[in-house]
T-cell receptor
């Protein structure tokens, strides 16, 4: 079974609208960390936001927030007021306590912002 | 230089060539990683070095040989590659704590490798 599932291969959103990118995960560990990365066409993976499994508050970083629903094992990324520069691939990732050196990535969602 | 740098950015090689990819991190981190990103596949972890010791080797073919001479430098030596090895190779680094603090990884821009 896939550890990280991103069900939206591609999304189109109008500029200035908010967008939610879905991510569900599978783990039997109680302690784990969840990450979102952005990959523009240049190829570099850019870290966006982190959520620890024991964090009670949803993580926020500027226009990015993570909608963490632990019981449902989902960690959706919300981008508010989207901008043209947000067009990129977005990857959800997880590190588990039992394999701490390894990050597992999802297959990604390609987000395109329309002017 | 800041962050994580990788050279070369693009590489075209024949199946009989030997080449090396270089990664350097300027962040003072103690762990470095090699990933392979092929088209339409999730990012695959290849190797992990923590405190200059290899701690992860994800069943990577022996034609890929990593080297970590110090905590700032990481190499990936390539020989007798196959066309299916064509991909984007990404290097990353992180600061690993004592209590599995799940620090984020910082990535370089990648090397786009084409094997003819």
């Amino acid at each position: 079974a896939q550890k990280i599932t991103q069900t939206q291969p591609g999304m189109f959103v109008q500029e200035k609208e908010a967008v939610t990118l879905d991510c569900t995960y599978d783990t039997s560990d109680q302690s784990y960390g969840l990450f979102w990365y952005k990959q523009p066409s240049s190829g570099e993976m850019i870290f966006l936001i982190y959520q620890g499994s024991y964090d009670e508050q949803n993580a926020t970083e500027g226009r990015y927030s993570l909608n963490f629903q632990k019981a449902r094992k989902s960690a959706n990324l919300v981008i508010s007021a989207s901008q043209l520069g947000d067009s990129a691939m977005y990857f959800c990732a997880m590190r588990e306590h039992s394999s701490a050196s390894k990050i597992i990535f999802g297959s990604g969602t390609r987000l395109s912002i329309r002017p | 230089e800041t962050g994580v740098t990788q050279t070369p950015r693009h590489l075209v090689m024949g199946m009989t060539n030997k080449k090396s990819l270089k990664c350097e991190q300027h962040l003072g981190h103690n762990a470095m990683y090699w990933y392979k990103q092929s088209a339409k596949k999730p990012l695959e972890l290849m190797f992990v070095y923590s405190l200059e010791e290899r701690v992860e080797n994800n069943s990577v073919p022996s034609r890929f040989s990593p080297e970590c001479p110090n905590s700032s430098h990481l190499f990936l030596h390539l020989h007798t590659l196959q066309p299916e090895d064509s991909a984007l190779y990404l290097c990353a680094s992180s600061q690993e704590g004592l209590y599995n603090s799940y620090n984020e990884q910082f990535f370089g821009p990648g090397t786009r490798l084409t094997v003819l």
